[in-house]
C-alpha cells in the first residue's frame, strides 16, 4: 500500500504542544512524511503537529530525529522503540 | 535508550523550561542555533558549571536567558568585553557569546575586532539574520545591498560584512559558516570549535520570517529555509571573494579555517605572571 | 614563583599610583581599562603590579569594553577595577546602569579634569560630580568616595571596595588633575594589619535566589561556575534574575536598588569636619580644592573670623545630615560652575554662597578668605 512500508519503524515522536508555535518545520523535513498539522489550537493559537503514526499504521517513522534538529521551539521528542 | 533520546532529555536539563515556549517568533532560526549549540555542549560532556553564555541585546540576545547554566543578558555590543573579563578572571571555564549580527558587528564590532586579534579564548556563534530584529528590522552591518527593510525602503545602498573573511583576516583559528538548514553540520562544528582554543567564530546565517523575510519575499519560515536550501553551496576552500554575500545570491557555507597552536590571550598572560614574579 | 606584595614602609607616591597600590593592597586583582589623562599612571601601575601578586591587567580597546569586562570578572568573584576620566566615564555610563541594575560590585576611579568635552586634559576639574551619580540613564543610587591626599588615595580604596562588595553596588572613586599627579610621602602598615581591613562579599546560600535580598535589603551574590546556573538581565527581573517586564516587578526593584543604599547613608558616609563647632561660615568643599579652602579658613581663623570646612569624602549618598547639624551660613567651593551647591542649598536653612572656578586650578587660600571675609560680613 505504501512505499514506507519498506521501513522499520523505529521511533515514536511526542509533541509538547504548549510550546509549539506552528512553523511546521518539523512537517516539511520529515522523510517519510509521519508528522502532519492538526486541527487542533494550543494556548497560543497555534496548530501544532500531530503524529500520524497514531491514526495510520501505514506510515512509519524512522528515528531519523530531523523533526526534533529543525525545531526551533524545543517541542518535539523522539523516542526510540526499545 | 538511544543516545540521541538521551541527549534531548538532557537537553531539557539545560534549557531554563520554565521560561517556555521562548519569545522568538514562530520558525525563527535562533531556536533552531540554540538546539544545536546544547547538543554540540552535551556530547563535549562539559560540566555545567564550566559553562557561561554570554550574550548582547537583540532577539538572539535573549538566549542567555534560555539556557540553564550561569549566563548573562549584558548591553547591546558589549558581550564580547564581557565574556573576556569572565574568560581572564577564570580561564578553566568555557565562556561562549551567543548574539546577533548587529550587536557583534555594528555597536560591537570594535570589541569583535580586538578581541580576535588578542585571540581571547572565546566562541563566538554570531547569528546573522541579516537585520536588526529586535527593533523592527531595520538594515544592519550584514544587510546584502540591495536588501528591503524599515530603513532602506529603497533597497540597501550599503555593503555587507564579509565575517570569514574578517575573523580570518584577523587571525581566528577557526572559522565556520552554516545556515540553519545545515544542523547536523552545524552542530558537528560547534562541537570540533568547543573543543579548541582561542578565538573561534561560527557564522550562523538564520531567517527572520517576521521582519526580514516579509520584505524580501520570503514571508513564511519555510520559504527562509527553502532559500537558505537552495542557494548553500559548500565549500572549505572558498576563496574571500566567494564567502561574501549578496541579495538572494549563493550562500557559501563550510569551515573555512581550523588551525591549531596559536596561543590563547590567556595563555600569554600566564607567562607573564610568571615573569612579573621572578 | 612567588608573590610580591607591598612591605610596611613609606613611598613617594603619586595620588594615580597610590590609588593603584591601594586597590591591589584591598584586594583590587583584576583591572581593565584605556589610558586617558590624567588616570594612566593607575593603569600603568596596575600593569605592573598586578602581575606580581598573580592579579590580571588587561588594556582595552576601549572605555565601554574595560568596564564591561571588570562587570564580568566581578561575578568571578574578584574585586576589580577600572580607571579613567571624564571622557572614559560618559562612555562606560551605559554599562555603570548595568552593574546597578545587576548588583555588581566594582570600583571606577575618575581623574577629574577640566570639562566639558577633551577640556583641560591635565589640569583639574571638579565637573563630574553630578555625572558620578547621574550619569547613567534611570534613577539610581551609587557611591562616591573623594580622598584629597595621596596617603588618603590609598587607604580609602579599602572603603572604595569594601562598600561596593558590601552593597553590591559600583563605587565611583574620585581623583581630579591635581591628586592624580602631585606626590606626598605614603605610610604602608604591614600587610597583617591592611588585610584585616579587607570586607568580602556576602556568599549566597545554596538554594538562595541571586536577587533574593536579605534582611538588608542586599542579595548575597552567586559566583559563576559554582553551579548557580546565574542568570543576570539588565532587564527588570524577578529575585530569580527572570526578566519580568511589569510595573510592579519595576516598582520592588528600583525602590529597592536606592533603598538599600540610601537606608545604609549613615554607614557610609564620610565627612571631615573642620572647625565647624562654633562656625559662622562653613565651606563646603572636596578634593583637590579642599586643600586651598583648609588654608583659607586658617587665615580666616587669624582675622578672627569663625569660619570652618566640611570636607565631603562621601560625596554619594550625599551627607546631608552634615549640612542639617550647623545652623551656619555656608559657601560651597568647587572647580566648577555650581553642582554640590544646590545639594547644600536644598539643605541649609541659611544662606548658601558659591565659590567656583571653572577648571585648571584650585582657589588660592587668598581667594578663599576674600570669599569667607564677604560673606560674613
Ligand atoms: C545602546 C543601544 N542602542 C540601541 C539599542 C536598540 N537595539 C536593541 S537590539 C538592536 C539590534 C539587534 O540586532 P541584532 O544584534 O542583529 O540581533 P537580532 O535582534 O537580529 O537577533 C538594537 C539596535 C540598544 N538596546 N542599545
Ligand atoms: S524522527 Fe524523522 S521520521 Fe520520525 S517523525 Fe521525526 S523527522 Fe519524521
Ligand atoms: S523578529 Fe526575527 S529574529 Fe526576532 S524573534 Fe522574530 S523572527 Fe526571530
Redesign the interface.
Known sequence: MSQNKKFKRKATVKVLEERCKGCWYCVNYCPTKVLQVSEKMNAKGYHPPVFKENIDENVVCIGCHLCELYCPDFAIVVEELE | MSQMTDMRKMEEEWL?TE?LPHVWCPGCGIGIVLNAFLRAVIRRNIP???M?V?SGIGCTGRT??YV????????H??A???????K???P??NVVVFSGDGDLFAIGG??F??AARRNHDLLIIAVNNFTYGMTGGQHGPTTPTGAYTTTTPYGNPDRPFNIPHLAISLGAPYVARWTTYHVNQLQNSIYKALNMKGFRVIEIISQCPTVYGRRNSMRSPMSMMEYFQKNSVINNKASYEEMELTYNGKIVVGEFRNVGGIPS?EER?EE??????? | ????HLKEGYYFWSGDVAAAEGAIAAGCR?Y?GYPITPSSEVAETMA?RL??V?G?F?E???E???I?????????G?R?MTATSGPGISLMN??IG?AVMTEVPLVIVNAMRGAPSTGLPTLIGQGDLMQAKYGSHGSYEIITLYPNNIQEAFDLMFDAFNLAEKYRVPVMYLLDGLLAHMYEKVYVPPREVWEKKIIRRKRARKGQLPYQPDEDMIPPMPL????????????THDERG??DLTPQAQEELVRRLNEKILKHERDIWKVEEYMTEDADVIVVSFGGESRAVKAGVNLARKEGIKAGMLRLITIWPFPWEYITKYSADYIVAEINYGQMYHLVREYSDNDVYQLNKMGGEIHTPEEVLKRIREVSS
Open positions: 531554563r521560561r555545567k558549571e564550566k557561561v554570554v542567555a536567558g540553564n547554566v550561569d549566563s548573562f543578558h549584558t548591553t555590543g558589549r564580547i568585553p564581557f565574556a573576556v573579563g569572565i581572564f578572571a577564570r578553566d571555564l570594535n570589541h575586532v580586538n590571550y598572560y607573564i605572571i610568571r615573569r612579573a614574579q621572578e | 614563583m612567588t608573590e610580591k583584576f581593565a605592573l602581575p606580581q598573580g590580571k588587561i582595552m580597546e576601549d565601554i569594553g574595560s564591561a569586562a571588570i562587570i564580568g570578572a566581578s561575578w568571578t574578584e576589580s551605559e554599562n548595568l559563576i561556575g559554582e553551579g548557580y546556573n546565574i542568570h543576570a538581565t539588565g532587564l527572570y526578566p
